[in-house]
């Protein structure tokens, strides 16, 4: 055996900071950082120089200023006399309510032809097949501006609603009106409301608040007495019977409430050239809604299909063979599994629902871009505080839900050795 | 002995099953009414598929396909079916294909699109079979330029100047490089970047002033329709793998710099919506270069798309290489190989091929994404339908357009995803 060469002698050479590998992911990082600083020194630079030029400034005082313009649908209080910032509200809470529609749809629809395009039904699972391919192979926004024409072109006139023998009749028992400005539904209505409370600029609806802390303390007690009644169960052996007990929880005080603030429906009735009264879901909104859900659901089917596929055959023959029921041994073994693999997905598939929600430009549903993206950056010339402010906002909400999916993931991990 | 006669000396042929058991019978109950549930879902769907057909049907039976405007094509249908009869009127298309296809590109002029898409065809042939002979890839390689060339007009070139910037870069390699390694590389990714600067330009006007050799020059808002989805589409697709790649391997990276940049590239365009990033090409992009930089806007919309597609496939791409086991990445240390060469050679294959799915399935969607430029007013297939509407002649037309463009859209990205298939069987290797 040859006896080992020296060990390189310790001082510095420059050279090892390109050759020697302890040296050179530094060396690397550090010019790697110094380009990048200056492309973005040279960025906010030109920026700089460029506001200089049009006079303009950078400042986001623009949102206290009065708005001057209407939007047809929100969900807060708001005039024209309201600020820019109370538009972005408006905007914002327009997006996250059409992202939350869609995405309850979605999984629904989704769910349903995930299950269905695995049936051994043979016409229901090509029907699915079919759907599937279909929608998800054609662009969304095609998809949405078809729905939009739907509802505009082939919907009823209010007019048609009107005379002795109408050529169109409203539908669930009298109480909803699609027409082709939109659909007119029942509203709630108190009787002896609770009015606002107003906090700094937000305005909080005291009766929602209250329907909303009476559900919370029942679904509370729901869980309290299901809890007793579980640890008198290991204590006996015997379940004490609750569903009376349960039932009370639930419904007595909820009722109390309707009574209390005096709840009741108001109808749409056609008034004029138009209907009154009620709720008036825009056609924007609905071709939207529908047009979102139908294709993101084909996303959401595939997921679960693949999800249902991933666990082995062996998992439910282990289950029936344990002898539980064909729905159980779904309830109980396959569908946990399955979880694991579709929620992941899932989740994704809120997030490119909620971004594809900004669509919405292409029928005019005023959504968080049509506003603060939209009219407010015409209105106030400052395109580079809106678009910033927007895709600041869109970032939150989606580092928000990669959060919430980060958090579940980890909670269903498989624990392995 | 005898004969035991009892026993039976040829088999007797066997018996056919019941009638209930085999051929159509058997078929539809076991596919169709194997449980009450199933049989309610048959006859739902049944009911479902008859109820599309007798709406959709006719209307599609009693197609006009001729006619210059939709009052034509009514009286055609008036006079044919009768009064007060819907049908397609499909003439429309007839009238307007030209338009949805390629925009207002110049009508004599449609040849070079067309020229393209073939030479397309060819190019993607040795990418997409392996069986094509391997020498058509050095066309692959020049396709851009050439499609370039062909689409935009112009000097050649340009282009063929712009290419050469390759060719200085491998010179400056092979000149460099004997003396020292790195500076080669170091020049090998200099000397290109300061020809496309600097010489480029001036080194195809002078070329074109001694020999001229020139289509006419197309502006970019003569491109629309599907030859524009399908511009932005492919140049998409064909950048934003490679930045994907460098981009996952750059947040797999043991450097943090690198790797904190990569993230937060990555997070940042994906938490966008691409709308609001078209609107950043075509609003802000100005803000952020130097005062008087004009550049095209399809050129900034290929480069934000780019960007933006190459975020998400940086994130299939990474599901990839998280699902290859550990022991390849230390098989490939073991055999010497430095972090390149290992990458190419045994990381990058595999990761590539479990994550064809994905990457298709990101290329279909940046496909299908190409329509929202129409809201940044360029003339995609879906502004293109609009425009067709609001003209008087077919003012109150609706869905014969828009059912072209979901036609062809389909075929495009439903094609894409049976070549996937294809393909991951093609090169499925375990044997399960």
Redesign the interface.
Known sequence: MTAMIDTPKANFRLSML?YDTRYR?LT??VV??VL?SLFLWW?VA??I???A?KDKDFDFGFLGVRAGYDINQTLIQYTNDSTHGRALMVGLLNTLFLAFLSCVLATVIGVIAGV?RL??????SR?MAIYV??F???????WI??VN?IMS?SMPEPKEFRGENPEASMILFDTVAVTNRGVYMPGPAFEHSLGYTQIGPVYLDNDILAIFAVLAASIWGYRKLQKHAGAVQNATGVRPVTWWKSAAILIVPIVALKFALGFHLIYPELKGFNFNGGLQARNSMIAMWLALSVYSATYIAESVRGGILAISRGQSEAALALGLQQSKAMRLVVLPQAMRVIVPPLISQYLSIT??T??A??VGYMDL?STL?GITMNQTGK??EC?LL??GI??T???II?ALMNVYNRSIKLVER | MTSQSYVRTEMVAAQKPPGVQTGIVLWMR???F?SWL?AA??LV??Y??YSILATVGPWFYRSVWTGSSLTECRATLAATYGEGVSGACFAVIRERWQQILFGFYPRELYWRPTLTLVLMLVALWPVLFSSAPRGVLWFSAAFPAVAFWLLWGGTVWLPVMILLGFAVGYLAYRLISPLNG?LGAIAAILAPIFWWLFLCGPAAELVQSVISIELRQLKSADFGGFLLSTVIGISGIVFSLPIGVLLALGRQS?????RT?CVAFI??F???????LL??AS??L??????GTEFDVILRVIIMVTLFSAAYMAEVIRGGLAALPRGQYEAADALGLDYWKAQRLIIMPQALKITIPGIVGQF?GLF??T??V??ISLQDP?QLVSSIRANTQWNGV??EP?LF??FL??IF??SM?RYSMYLENKLKTDHR
């Open positions: 390109i992911s690397i990082q790697f950082l990048l960025l030109n920026t120089h460029n506001l030029l269905l049936s051994k039904n043979w016409i229901v029907l391919e279909t998800r192979n054609v662009p969304v926004v095609l501006v078809l024409a072109i971004k594809n900004s669509l430009i292409a871009r993206g395109e580079l678009m927007l895709m869109y970032l909400i989606s580092v990669s | 076991e596919k169709l194997s199933n879902l048959t769907a049944v479902a598929v790195l043991d450097l943090l710099i690198v940049v997070e940042g994906r938490g966008v919506p691409l709308i609001t609107f950043v609003l802000l100005n803000y952020f270069l130097p005062p279909i299908k994404d329509t929202l129409s809201f879906l609706y869905w828009f463009v979901g859209f389909f990205c439903f995803s």
